[in-house]
């Protein structure tokens, strides 16, 4: 697995140069007046109960410990955001978790201190706990600005509810709450390629989820991170991808669009996703900021985050400085998740043709059958977008596992090297 994306980095990037990151003490902001239209992220990191599966940064829920730390995290966007003259355009703002309704007093506020600062042009979605969805906290949200949901249902089925330590979902009052409060995209995320899992069953769910008060549906593979409590066994490629192929044939036959690898929707309004900026600041613990030459990650420890915020720096842990086709491959990476890929887009962005950077992985990807192209737009096909969930499993074990790993142990490592 390291051999395979260790001999495609040095390809790509035309160097054996690794990915290097290092500490950082946390006093320097990053440069929002040198960042083009980010999406702006904020990691809420508390949770009623911890799911075996989930890798994500995350803490049982103490109200006291979640007031200090939103007490930060408004300090946190203050001190990142006040350099710049202005407000700034941002294309987005999302929520995640941990289960951001767990602060759903203190929303308002935070959303409230990254306005004095950013103008929000594309709306601002929040995850949610199935727990969570209830009128009250509806109605909360979408007076808050709110315009989306992500809820992580992962499966409406007992079978794979008892697999993932998750508690049934009762349909009734879920479908009642969101239709007494619309929200412009509802999104239900399920996982996939669980043990046993064939298509009709993951079918009924994604039936389920739409006719409950879902417009935008994502099927995320399951992945078996090394520092999470789950032991469920992976299914076999082959049998996943035909799972992926069915899934996605049938989506299409009920008039679904696909928006990225793993996301399907079936209204225009109805997308979702945090990770398609070509820059994006993030706030709070664990949380990530990319700028147009360099990668911040935040400390994942609550309590570090909160006393270096305490101490009037930064909670940022590690940082990356790309050299040119490091950022190159990065945004090639995010940009293909969405499927569509314009030359002109990235031409705009760093002042090369794609055709002089990468013209000949291009052509051999369209004679692989991963990629065709139409007026300067490449598109992956089904066989490219297998092709690309395969890749990004191998990427997610050998790069993303490995730095949240570190991170888990230490608020605040020496740095390290993928």
């Known amino acids: 697995m390291g051999i395979l994306t260790t001999i495609t980095r040095m390809w790509l990037l035309r160097s054996m140069q690794p990915f290097s990151f290092v500490p950082d003490n946390g006093e320097t902001p990053p440069d929002i007046a040198d960042t083009p239209s980010p999406g702006l992220y904020v990691h809420i990191p508390f949770c009623r109960a911890i799911c075996n599966f989930c890798p994500y940064c995350k803490q049982l829920f103490q ?21 710049p003259p202005g407000r700034v355009k941002a294309t987005s703002l999302y929520f995640g978790g941990g289960s951001p309704a767990l602060a759903a007093d203190r929303l308002p506020q935070i959303i409230s201190a990254l306005r004095e600062h950013f103008d929000i042009t594309d709306g601002i979605g929040v995850e949610l706990h199935p727990d969570d969805v209830c009128i009250s906290t509806l109605e909360a949200l979408r007076a808050a600005g709110v315009t989306r949901l992500s809820i992580g249902v992962q499966s409406f089925q007992e079978r794979y509810q008892n697999i993932l330590g998750r508690r049934a979902i009762n349909l009734a009052s879920l479908r009642q709450a969101l239709q007494a409060v619309p929200f412009q995209t509802v999104s239900m995320d399920f996982i996939f390629a669980l043990p046993g899992q064939t298509c009709e069953e993951l079918k009924r769910d994604l039936d389920l989820a739409f006719a409950h008060g879902a417009n935008h549906v994502a099927i995320y593979p399951f992945i078996q991170f090394s520092f999470t409590d789950s032991k469920t066994p992976l299914m076999p490629n082959p049998q996943k991808r035909r799972l992926l192929d069915e899934t996605t044939t049938y989506l299409r036959s009920i008039g679904c669009r696909r928006d990225s690898i793993w996301t399907f929707t079936n209204t225009p309004a109805g997308k979702y996703s945090s990770m398609t900026r070509d820059t994006f600041l993030g706030f709070g613990c664990s949380a990530t900021t990319l700028l147009k030459n360099q990668f911040r990650i935040n400390t994942f420890s609550v309590e570090e985050y909160c006393k270096r915020i305490d101490r009037g720096r930064l909670p940022t842990s590690l940082k990356l400085d790309f050299t040119p086709r490091q950022r190159m491959v990065y945004w090639l990476f995010w940009k293909l998740y969405t499927t569509r890929l314009a030359r002109r887009e990235f031409e705009e962005f760093f002042g090369v043709p794609l055709e002089d950077a990468y013209g000949m992985e291009i052509r051999l990807a369209k004679r692989m059958g ?11 096909t089904d066989k490219g977008a ?14 993303i596992d490995k730095m949240w790993g570190l991170m888990r142990k230490e608020a605040f490592p020496a740095g390290f090297t993928l």
């Open 386 to 399: 297998f092709a690309y969930h395969h890749y990004e499993n191998y990427y997610t074990l050998a790069y």
């Open 63 to 83: 109200k006291e410990l979640c007031q200090k730390y939103t007490d930060a995290l408004i300090q946190e966007i203050e001190r990142v955001s006040s350099s």
């Open 370 to 380: 991963f990629l065709t192209e139409t007026d300067g737009i490449l598109q992956l």
